[in-house]
């Protein structure tokens, strides 16, 4: 979609090149229906509102480019410092259409990574658009290789969900995200028939707790479903993960998640 600049001199031009145009419609929509030998059919008033919609939709538009906060605004450029908002979705999986736009924006979040080459043939298990993650902005539990998509939503989780939660709710920063791991060449379920899980090409992570600063550790087995600060803080999590992955799974989606949060980018639409 083009971007309709509506700053500066260039709105003016079109602001007043289009004041007698909008004159006429309202003109013709307000003032009722014209005399017959005006020569206005009901056929002409009828495409004459149909512009007037077409310019109202444009202007709103305009203004909803220029004014919508940029976690609403799927038109703005996703920063990873951003806000989580109606946008952040979208824009965080439109990010494997764009592998540099998606490296780029990891530059500029802070994030630390070694690039990995792709896997060939681009097929089944592997690593496509994928890296080595050096320095998050939590540290793991667990060298990860993973997806680009992957990397700038957990980071995002981090920044926005994580990192303020455990502040929040138990007092103490994270020290250490506790992970099962991202890459696993296997099926859903793993068995040997059936869809290949997102772990087989590294877009998806498995995260089993939180070690915090004071020494706590905050256990998916232990403390889901409690009604005590850590459960408080494991829901909230995974509530969190749910407005920045495509799929977030909990002990609450089967028993095979009762002692991990399950997140990936992959194609799915699951939270629970
Ligand atoms: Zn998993």
Redesign the pocket.
């Known amino acids: 979609m083009p971007r309709i600049c509506v700053s500066g001199k260039r709105s003016m031009l079109l602001e007043n090149r289009l004041r007698p145009v909008f004159a006429l419609l309202f003109a013709v929509i307000v003032t009722g229906p014209p005399a017959p030998d005006e020569g206005m059919t009901m056929h002409m008033r009828t495409i004459a509102f149909m512009l007037l919609l077409v310019f109202a939709a444009v202007g709103l538009l305009a203004v909803f480019q220029r004014y919508a906060p940029t976690e609403h605004n799927p038109f703005k450029p996703l920063a990873i410092t951003d806000p989580v908002g109606a946008a952040t979705f979208h824009k965080l999986a439109g990010l494997e259409q764009d592998t540099e736009k998606c490296f780029s924006l990891l530059d500029e979040g802070g994030i630390f990574y070694t690039r990995l080459d792709d896997t060939t043939p681009r097929r089944h298990c592997g690593f496509y658009d994928a890296l080595t993650l050096d320095q998050s902005l939590a540290p793991y539990s667990a060298t990860l290789r993973m997806t680009c998509p992957l990397t700038a939503s957990l980071a995002v989780w981090e920044q926005h969900v994580a990192l303020p939660l455990a502040e929040e709710i138990l007092g103490s920063p994270i020290a250490r995200v506790e992970t099962f791991g991202t890459y696993n060449c296997r099926r859903i379920g793993g068995g040997t028939a059936g869809r290949l899980s997102e772990?087989a090409t590294a877009n998806?992570i498995?995260i089993s707790g939180f070690k915090l600063a004071d020494g706590r550790l905050i256990s998916v087995k232990k403390h889901w479903g409690q009604d005590s600060p850590e459960g408080k803080f494991l829901h909230d999590v995974r509530e969190g993960a749910c407005r920045v992955f495509a799929v977030t799974l909990s002990p609450d989606y089967n028993a095979a998640h009762a002692d991990h949060f399950?997140f990936d980018m992959g194609a799915g639409d699951i939270c629970k």
């Open positions: 772990h998806a498995d399950h």
